[in-house]
Every structure is written in structure tokens, then in C-alpha cells.
């Protein structure tokens, strides 16, 4: 079975500037996904960023980027020029990459880290 | 737009009585989930549908069922509803064989 642990229940940042979260994980599995997803307050998740274990080279989405360390199993979130918009609640998420039939792929999820950008 | 909808938002029911909730999409996936999210824990799937075939998590509750009738809604029932069933459930769906999940709002239930 795979966990996630996301160790910062809440963080807060400065309009502006920068900052990451922080995520790691345990499987035997070789070949899987990671997942940031975003929940603002009363919405729905979105999904901010992915990553493939086999690529080596860092995702990256605009403001968003990702530090992936396969051998420690870490997966942090940096958020660069933090706006009021990136308030919410942060998932850290796995996949396994192999197909569990019944026409899914199942997610795990961390417990989350509360972010608000501070005017 | 496309989108994941879940009905009603907010949901108070009584500790014992059945309580229904809805989800619908308008983004045509063959594949829909349920996850409980309770207070400060990690969202955990209880079952998903591929097509009209019903995948139950092995630790999910026998009070727990759901229903889909055709591929734009599906429901979640809860038959005796107890305090520690107070929780954000979100619905989400996805393409057959892809991994990415698309997620509705939620829908906050109070047991009273």
C-alpha cells in the first residue's frame, strides 16, 4: 500500500514571495504519478501540477514547480510569486502508473496543507 | 463549461435517517468516484463506477451505496446515517485509463 505524508498541516506567505510545500511518500511501486492538487474554500479540487517518476527533469507550470527526489521520496511544491488567488488547501496525491483495471487509476492523498497568501 | 456537479452543497440529516446525495457531469467520462473527506484527513475513496460496473473499496461501509443510472448522474446513499459520517463528500471523474480526476465542489454533511 502506498501513504503520502504531507508533514505542514498549515503555512502562510506574503503576497510576493515564495514558498514550498512539502510532500513525501512510500511505495515499492517503480512506476507511478505524482500529484499536487489545489482546493480553494467552498471549491472544487483542480489539479495544479503532475509529475512522472521516469522523467528526471522537474515539472513545472508557470508559478508552480516541482522538486522531485525519487531516491528519498519527495515531492514539494513551490510556489513562486505567491497572489491572494493560491489561498487553499494543498493535496499531495500518488498513482501507480500500471493500470488497475475496472477502468481506473486509484488515487492516494495526503492530509493536506492549509496555505493562505497574506496581503 | 464542462463541469462536476454535486447536489445539494450543505446536507443536514438526522443521526439514523437516509440521506441521498447527487452528483452529475457534463464532461461525458465513462469513469465517476467517491471520496469521504473527513476534518484535516486525506480524502479516501469509497467506490467508483466504469460505465454502469460498481467498484467497492474493500474497507468502505456496507452503509454505504451508490447508484448510477446513466453516465451523467450518480448517488450516493447513506442508510443510517451515524455522527462519524459527518464529512466533505467530492465526486469526481475521469476518462477511461486516464489519470487525471476531475472533482466537484463537494458536499458538506452534518448528522445531527
Known amino acids: 500500500a502506498q501513504t503520502v505524508t504531507q508533514s505542514q498541516p498549515e503555512m502562510s506567505v506574503q503576497e510576493a514571495e515564495t514558498v514550498t510545500l512539502s510532500c513525501t511518500y512510500d511505495?515499492?511501486?517503480?512506476?507511478?504519478?505524482l500529484f499536487w492538487y489545489k482546493q480553494p474554500p467552498s471549491r472544487q479540487m483542480i489539479l495544479v501540477i503532475r509529475?512522472?517518476?521516469?522523467?528526471?527533469q522537474n515539472a513545472t507550470e508557470n508559478r508552480f514547480s516541482v522538486n522531485f527526489q525519487k531516491a528519498a521520496k519527495s515531492f514539494s511544491l513551490k510556489i513562486s510569486d505567491s497572489q491572494l488567488g493560491d489561498t487553499a488547501m494543498y493535496f499531495c496525491?500518488?498513482?501507480?502508473?500500471?493500470?488497475?483495471?475496472?477502468?481506473?487509476?486509484?488515487?492516494?492523498f495526503g492530509k493536506g496543507t492549509k496555505l493562505s497568501v497574506i496581503p | 463549461d464542462a463541469m462536476v456537479i454535486q447536489n445539494p452543497r450543505y446536507q443536514v440529516t438526522q443521526f439514523g435517517k437516509p440521506v441521498t446525495l447527487s452528483c452529475s457531469q457534463t464532461?461525458?467520462?465513462?469513469?465517476m468516484y467517491w471520496y469521504q473527506q473527513k476534518s484535516s484527513q486525506a480524502p479516501k475513496l469509497l467506490f467508483h463506477?466504469?460505465?454502469?460496473?460498481?467498484?467497492n473499496e474493500a474497507d468502505t461501509p456496507d452503509n454505504f451505496q451508490s447508484r448510477r443510472p446513466n453516465t451523467s448522474f450518480c448517488f450516493l446513499d447513506i442508510r443510517s446515517p451515524g455522527l462519524g459520517d459527518a464529512a466533505m463528500y467530492l465526486c469526481?471523474?475521469?476518462?477511461?485509463?486516464?489519470?487525471?480526476?476531475?472533482f466537484g465542489p463537494g458536499t458538506r454533511l452534518t448528522v445531527t
Open positions: 469526481a471523474t475521469s476518462r477511461e485509463g486516464d489519470y487525471e480526476q476531475y
Open positions: 511505495t515499492s511501486e517503480n512506476n507511478y504519478y
Open positions: 509529475q512522472e517518476a521516469y522523467k528526471q
Open positions: 496525491a500518488f498513482m501507480k502508473a500500471s493500470y488497475s483495471g475496472a477502468g481506473s487509476y486509484q488515487l492516494t
Open positions: 464532461l461525458n467520462h465513462n469513469v
Open positions: 463506477y466504469y460505465d454502469k460496473d460498481f467498484n
